[in-house]
């Protein structure tokens, strides 16, 4: 199975991080990318969980989509004869890997309803694959409303992106670098100013990979680059993911995104989020209810084992922030761009 295309006639640029076959879930092995492209086949739920954990995959679509595979390894591990109580175990195994990303709690979920219904793992391998396929229509139209949603320029347009939300971060095509590929083939794009995104470097390693794989120009910048190219009217607007949006419109996204919104809104820069309907949360009133993951300080302490900082030194490592609703210019989705204090009617439609 060639993971960069599906088995229908797509081309090679495709990417698609999750795939099935039937018996496994193969995951593209994006710790090991940009040096290698590393196909690990999934073949239970104990591995799937470990798999979201260490970010074999990540992003917020793409491992809820994972998660849905990892139910349905669950089902054919369980009892044929009373199959959910070890679903459930499944589900709690498969939530207690990382707290921010609702699309992983939608997902399980999801999942959990379908089985209910129709325990059987052909219907949960069909629950888990209409999730797969529907996320990769969703990136797509989110991907064209968020084209119409950028500022019309007499030049082609510079975004600047933070982290990585792109195919490899959804079932395919990506949320932000779905905006960013529309605006390619509708030939409104001169570049994109891709943030390398410290500490785990999704910007450096992942979206260059994913742009460069396309003919798509992008320049890593350190992240603290983003200020000195706003100040010189180098980003027409900045496009991000999310991994969790409140009812309200606060945005939860990689650490470092409240930083880059701040700096946009101080120079009048459109700054844009980027997510399904998946990713709101409507439970959650405001952000300041998000659960923020806080990762092992040896991300930070460490780049490919060179230790950063003197023996004795303490490291903190939240995974992400929390961007406030008055700092964002609009929440793309896949049935059309809000404003933030918009979605809780326009979900309710
Ligand atoms: C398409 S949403 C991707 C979202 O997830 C990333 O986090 P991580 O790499 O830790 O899974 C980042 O917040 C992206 O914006």
Not at 189 to 205: F, H, I, K, Y
Not at 328 to 340: D, K, L, N, R
Request: charged share 20%; with cysteine; proline share 5%.
């Amino acid at each position: 199975m060639d993971l960069l295309s599906m088995t229908s006639a797509r081309t090679r640029s495709e990417i698609r991080p999750v795939l099935w076959d039937g018996q496994s879930c193969l995951l593209i092995d994006q710790t090991a990318l940009p040096g290698s492209l590393r196909t690990v086949a999934i073949e239970t739920s104990e591995q799937m969980a470990t798999a979201i954990r260490t970010m074999i995959v990540r992003g917020a679509p793409a491992i809820g989509v994972a998660a849905a595979f990892g139910m349905v390894l669950g089902r054919r591990e369980a009892d044929p004869a009373q199959p959910l109580p070890h679903l459930q175990k499944v589900a709690s195994l498969l939530r207690s890997t990382r707290p921010t990303a609702v699309n992983l709690f939608w997902a399980i979920d999801r999942m959990l309803a379908a089985a209910h219904l129709d325990s059987s793992v052909a219907h949960l391998e069909g629950e888990a694959i209409a999730i797969l396929e529907a996320d990769i229509a969703t990136c797509r139209a989110i991907g064209d409303h968020g084209l119409a949603a950028l500022p019309a320029t007499p030049h082609r347009l510079r975004l600047l992106t933070h982290c990585n939300a792109g195919a490899l971060a959804t079932a395919g095509y990506g949320t932000a670098l779905g905006v960013v590929r529309s605006a390619h083939r509708a030939h409104r794009l001169e570049r994109v100013w891709a943030d390398e995104t410290r500490p785990r470097l999704q910007g450096a390693r992942l979206t260059a990979w994913e742009l460069v794989q396309e003919g798509i120009p992008v320049t890593v910048i350190a992240d603290t680059v983003a200020a000195h190219l706003l100040g010189k009217g180098q980003i027409d607007a900045v496009v991000v993911g999310a991994d969790r949006i409140a009812a309200n419109g606060d945005v939860a996204n990689k650490i470092g995104t409240r930083g880059v919104a701040i700096l946009a809104h101080y120079h009048g820069v459109p700054f844009f989020v980027v997510a399904p309907w998946s990713t709101i949360d409507l439970d959650l009133a405001d952000g300041s209810g998000i659960a923020i993951e806080e990762r092992s300080p040896e991300e930070v302490r460490t780049i490919d084992g060179v230790v950063l900082a003197p023996e004795g030194t303490d490291f903190y490592n939240p995974a992400f922030d929390v961007t406030p609703a008055a700092l964002i210019s609009g929440i793309v989705t896949e049935t059309g761009v809000f404003a933030p204090a918009q979605l809780g009617a326009a979900l309710r439609r």
